[in-house]
């Protein structure tokens, strides 16, 4: 089984946060194999789950790139392996 991570994106809604987050996602060659994305409470918020198999950073280094991104962009992003976030949310 391949390495998977969830990617969330909360903050003001504003043009061209997912096209970031993806172009900067495709750059690192990571794929998003599900999204989702709603106005909740009047922010934007994202949901991903990504495909780290061919990535050409590890997951570390996709978090640090991910922050510094979104201190630019203005939004919080949070990443976190599959397994953890399952672990999280199991009833």
Known sequence: ??????????GSDKVGIIAEV???LAAHKINISDITQ???SGNFV????VSLDNADVS????RKI???TSE???VEINVMSE???SSMHRI
């Open 38 to 40: 709603s106005i909740l």
């Open 46 to 49: 994202m949901m991903m789950m």
């Open 22 to 24: 993806s172009a900067l």
């Open 83 to 85: 397994k953890v976030f």
């Open 1 to 10: 089984m391949g390495m998977n991570a969830i990617i969330t994106v909360v």
């Open 66 to 68: 991910l922050t510094e």
């Open 59 to 62: 997951i570390d280094g996709m």
């Open 72 to 74: 630019k962009m203005g």
